[in-house]
């Protein structure tokens, strides 16, 4: 787990506005207005890892605290949430938030209830669009880590169909935008831009067309060695993407992280739509 929890406390109220920390853990929020559950989750949860990520932990000590870090932090993947707070609805309150007015349908919402007889489970399950209901006198260690394990894979699984979704949906474009570009700069932007609606964190990329250095962003990048690649090449944490058999246009991006699943398939797709259009763009403006 990430030592550096964040708490959103009254007196501390700055700590909303922090950025969530890089994707090498899985930000996780704890509502509840007991600071002893907080203290022994944070314990349970201590040695926590799944797909090679930890946890990066944030605190809210009543609903109004967890809908205004959830406004300010989009990215949480799971929320454990108390249902009787201020008031015996809060924890509910927080779930139409987050459905209806965030309109986020990913994070996780395992429901926790020291009170199960105040809203009974079947109504919760069938009213409200959470991911799971439990006492919390049943949520052992062991218990949690199931439940956590199982959210966080859910998460994961529709935050890689979002992104390929909405990857594929930009790809889809690129025959009909090069229509659109007169000039090999402006190729050069456009080519710039899509990889960056591709990638989910930084990058550097260098675009060569034609043995023409077209447009650097970063430098991190290295020259390629000469390929007869029909797929992208990648090595540490470069994907080469060549362009042309005769090895003078091509692309490299660098990503310190580098690639996961998803952008290799984007990458891939990207790739070859650009392999196929490109010979004609390029008689188009000759």
Known sequence: MNDEDDFFCPEDEAKVNETLPARATWPVLIVDDETAVHDVTRLALSDFSYAGKGLHLYHAYSGQQAKTLLNQQPEIALVLLDV??????????????????????????????GQ?????ERDVILNYDINDYKEKT??????????????????????????????????????HALLQIGTVADLADYLLALLGSLLSADFSAK??????LLAQQGDNTDEPMPLQAQEPIYSRQQAHLQLANEHLSYIVVHRSQGFDEAERQLLAIFHANIRAVLPCWQQKIT
Not at 138 to 158: C, N
Not at 207 to 212: L, Q, R, T
């Open 138 to 175: 049943e949520l052992t260690a062991e218990k949690l880590f199931t439940v956590l394990v199982s959210a966080l894979r859910t998460y994961q699984d529709f935050s890689h169909i979002n992104r390929m979704r909405y990857g594929l949906s930009q790809i889809s474009h690129i025959n």
């Open 116 to 120: 199960p007889g105040t809203v009974p």
């Open 84 to 113: 009787v707070m201020e008031h015996e609805h809060a924890g509910l309150e927080v779930v139409d938030y987050i459905r209806n007015e965030l309109h986020n349908p990913f994070t996780r919402i395992v429901l926790r209830t």
């Open 207 to 212: 675009i060569v067309i034609d043995g023409v």
